[in-house]
């Protein structure tokens, strides 16, 4: 600190003085160096272009994202191209299409299969199709103006063929409040 003296101004307002001190040494300081570092600054990416700006950094970041987001959609369509239109019969698979399908299917479908909102799956009559192919293909690309979604985003092919198992191995199994037939009998060809 200053061993001078505080000086106050001849003004007054409101009982207010002002005092005409010189700024702390350290703030003089600071305020210089951070002139030399702006300067520095921008003649080290604006005037010699030596380093990436934001802009560049920015239109970098979103290339990478968009390689990645490439790579990811070409993965994911390699992943669905090779999709096995097989049903499962181990007891193992068909209690993880359970699973499956009380954690994403039930609120339409019932716990049982029996109907709801949406139609029962344990009789012989289909929508959209029975067997495991129309099943996949119909949980895959959903039936949007019946409300059901697509659940491709959601599962992976493994879970949904697990799906479409479990729900054909719960054909002719009548659970009690069943839904009325919706649909045609399908007869596997």
């Not at 099943?135 to 659940?151: A, F, Q």
């Amino acid at each position: 600190m200053s061993k001078s003296e505080d000086k106050i101004l001849d003004h007054n307002y409101d009982g207010i003085q002002e005092y005409d001190n010189p700024m702390p040494s350290w703030w003089s300081t600071m305020f210089v160096i951070s002139i030399i570092w702006a300067i520095a600054y921008f003649t080290y990416y604006h005037i010699a272009g030596m380093g990436d700006t934001q802009y560049d950094e920015y239109a970098s970041e979103l290339q990478d994202t968009g390689n990645q987001a490439s790579a990811k959609a070409d993965a994911m369509k390699k992943m669905w191209d090779n999709v096995q239109y097989v049903a499962l019969t181990d007891t193992k698979d068909i209690e993880a299409g359970k699973e499956i399908f009380k954690a994403n299917c039930f609120s339409c479908h019932g716990n049982n299969c029996e109907g709801g909102i949406g139609p029962n799956l344990t009789d012989k009559y289909w929508l959209h199709g029975g067997g495991i192919k129309n099943v996949m293909h119909t949980i895959i690309n959903g039936v949007p103006e019946k409300g059901m979604i697509s659940w491709k985003p959601l599962l992976n092919p493994e879970q949904i063929q697990k799906v479409a198992s479990f729900i054909l191995s719960v054909q002719g199994s009548n659970p009690p409040n069943s839904k009325a037939p919706q649909g045609e009998i399908w007869e596997q060809k």
